[in-house]
């Protein structure tokens, strides 16, 4: 997104575009990132329930990729992650690794 | 027809108020604003006018109110002096900032410690650089004037910004004078029906205001405020002749006195001017060309405009009624000093601090700094660039 001139932006700070948050894409907040692995995913979708920022995208009923546009890697769902005999479905990954 | 009356400069500028009638006001009191407000909250009470009255717990609460309301989408006043102004300090900002035109009388006087009452310029001088516009006034009819001219400026599309109309507590606020008052619906005809822009209670059009601005916007919404500061010089001159067609009386961004050809002079606000153009008056009847420079517009302060005005001058005085401690002189004198600077050729300068905390000026103190000023014109020596006047030593 190309940053406005001071000449274009609007008086006082006010937005007037309604619901426009969608524009701001906070994924470069992140350091670590949530990894999914699907052979251990048992589809229980708590990922999708604990994500404060509706980052995990679920098709069909069933879990989908990340979107990593808005996530900011708060490692939520990693910890929620009941995963598959022991062995999780979501993994924190260090960013630039 | 204008009416001819005997009030005080609160009485003079709460009528104003009522004339425009403006939908809302956030009332706490502080002398000597106090009986402004009063007066206003009996038009309300006696349904003279259809503002909605906020009773506040505090002036920090009163400039909030004004915000949330301006933001709203209405027409909005308050009034203040002194540690009233100090406490709404950090909305004075966020007004400006948000671009809310809310107007403001202030009734000027000293700021505590020691606490004081009486007329000083120390509560306006702290607010000078919070983005609002400042119109400051000698008497009571240039505080009715200012107070129905900064509605028009304040909510010029292209400004959007918060006024101040200053007068001198006591001095003004509570003498007598004599005035004019102008018709109602003339004062309603010239302020005009209120422009909203952006409000918040249009739900058709949602809006958000207040967002958090990081580093990458901040910079750019200082910029462009800047930049609306450059052009209230122009909006204050075209509403000053639309009201002197109405009125007759001429207003500029400030008001020379006997200055073309002078050679000494004084820059002093509000009150004090009278006094002093009586002594340029004896001085000019001795054959000495003296002559005064009061500001008016002092927020944005036109620098290019005065260091024009002055730079003939071969010295000057600004008597500062408030001081910058730490900062070595006077804020009128900055100011000064700095429009004159771009040129080479320019006055000698000095700096009177005068009437702090309501102490009398009297033609004395005029006719001492005009004869210091003979001198440093004569000799091109300064004795002192900055001292108190009228302080026992």
């Not at chain 1, 910890?79 to 990954?93: D, N, R, S, W």
């Not at chain 2, 006094?275 to 004896?282: M, P």
């Not at chain 2, 300064?382 to 026992?392: A, H, L, S």
Request: net charge negative.
């Amino acid at each position: 997104m190309k940053l406005k001139s001071w000449k274009e932006v609007n008086p006082g700070a006010v937005i007037t575009d309604a619901g426009n948050s969608r524009e701001f894409k906070t994924g470069s907040w992140r350091s670590f990132k949530p990894v999914w692995i699907e052979e251990n995913c048992i589809q229980c979708l708590f990922c999708w329930m604990y994500c404060p920022d509706m980052a995990i995208k679920v098709k069909d009923g069933k879990r989908a990729e990340f979107d990593y546009d808005f996530c900011k890697g708060c490692g939520l769902c990693a910890l929620e992650c009941p995963g598959k005999k022991g062995k999780k479905a979501i993994i924190m990954v260090e960013e630039g690794k | 027809m204008a009416k001819v009356v005997a009030v005080t400069g609160n009485e003079a500028v709460a009528n104003a108020l009522r004339q425009v009638n403006p939908d809302v006001c956030a009332v706490y009191p502080i002398t000597p604003q106090t009986e402004m407000m009063q007066r206003f909250s009996s038009f309300v009470s006696d349904g003279q006018v259809k503002t909605e009255l906020i009773l506040v717990e505090s002036e920090h609460s009163a400039m909030s109110s004004c915000v949330g309301a301006s933001a709203a989408g209405g027409r909005v006043i308050t009034a203040t002096s002194s540690q009233g102004l100090a406490l709404m300090w950090e909305i004075l900002f966020i007004a400006s900032g948000t671009r809310l035109p809310i107007v403001m009388p202030v009734v000027n006087r000293a700021l505590s410690a020691p606490l004081n009452i009486h007329g000083d310029h120390s509560d306006a001088m702290g607010a000078r650089d919070t983005g609002w516009i400042q119109l400051w006034s000698e008497n009571g009819q240039e505080a009715y004037d200012n107070t129905i001219q900064a509605f028009r400026i304040a909510e010029h599309m292209d400004i959007r910004l918060p006024a101040m109309i200053c007068m001198d507590g006591f001095i003004i606020s509570h003498s007598i004078e004599r005035l004019e008052y102008l018709d109602d619906q003339d004062v309603q005809a010239f302020v005009g029906k209120f422009k909203q822009l952006n409000p918040l209670l249009d739900i058709e059009h949602p809006v958000s205001y207040g967002p958090l601005i990081l580093p990458d916007y901040y910079m750019e919404y200082r910029r462009a405020q800047a930049e609306v500061a450059t052009k209230v010089a122009q909006v204050v001159l075209d509403v000053a002749d639309d009201f002197a067609q109405l009125s007759g009386r001429k207003y500029g961004l400030f008001e020379t006195y006997r200055l073309d050809d002078a050679e000494i002079g004084l820059v002093i606000l509000n009150s004090a001017a009278g006094t002093s153009k009586d002594v340029v008056d004896e001085f000019r009847d001795r054959g000495i060309k003296a002559g005064l420079f009061k500001p008016r517009l002092y927020r944005p302060f036109p620098y290019e405009e005065t260091g024009e005005a002055l730079k003939h001058l071969k010295a000057l005085c600004v008597l500062d009624r408030a001081d910058c401690f730490g900062g070595s002189f006077g804020p009128v004198f900055v100011d000064i000093a700095t429009s004159l600077y771009p040129y080479r050729e320019r006055p000698i300068l000095i700096n009177k601090i005068y009437g702090l905390g309501g102490r009398d000026y009297l033609p004395g103190h005029a006719e001492l700094v005009l004869n210091e000023l003979v001198d440093v014109a004569q000799t091109g020596t300064v004795r002192n660039y900055k001292e108190y006047i009228g302080v026992r030593e």
